[in-house]
Nanobody, 120 residues
Framework: QVQLVESGGGLVQAGGSLRLSCAAS????????MAWYRHAPGKQRELVAT???????NYAVSVEGRFTISRDNAKNTMELQMNSLKPEDTAVYYC??????????????WGQGTQVTVSS
């Protein structure tokens, strides 16, 4: 089994910063793409940022220039540095990853989510 665990959410004022972390544990042999999604009440789930094993990244237009995604392949971890936060960034943020176990079976996994609230 593989688990993804997020941490680092919380309450921050507009203009502030937060850093989210995601750690993969269990029978992890390899991780390809890792991503952060967010889901705000009344809105569709949104892909925030993606990082591939080679380090290439993609960002949603709404966060580009403010958020930075990174990963440590040796530790099976991923982070999202969020700067210049806006009230519209308020959502539950989810970690997502394509993980291969030691039987080289690839599956997509989700974390449990962490709440980010930005006050105006």
């Amino acid at each position: 089994q593989v688990q993804l665990v997020e941490s680092g959410g919380g309450l921050v004022q507009a203009g502030g910063s937060l850093r989210l972390s995601c750690a993969a544990s269990g029978r992890v042999a390899s991780i390809n793409a890792m991503a952060w999604y967010r889901h705000a009440p009344g809105k569709q789930r949104e892909l925030v940022a993606t990082i591939f094993s080679g380090g290439s990244t993609n960002y949603a237009v709404s966060v580009e220039g403010r958020f930075t995604i990174s990963r440590d392949n040796a530790k099976n971890t991923m982070e999202l540095q969020m700067n210049s936060l806006k009230p519209e960034d308020t959502a539950v943020y989810y970690c997502n990853a394509d993980v291969a176990n030691f039987g080289v079976v690839w599956r997509n996994y989700w974390g449990q989510g962490t709440q980010v609230t930005v006050s105006s």
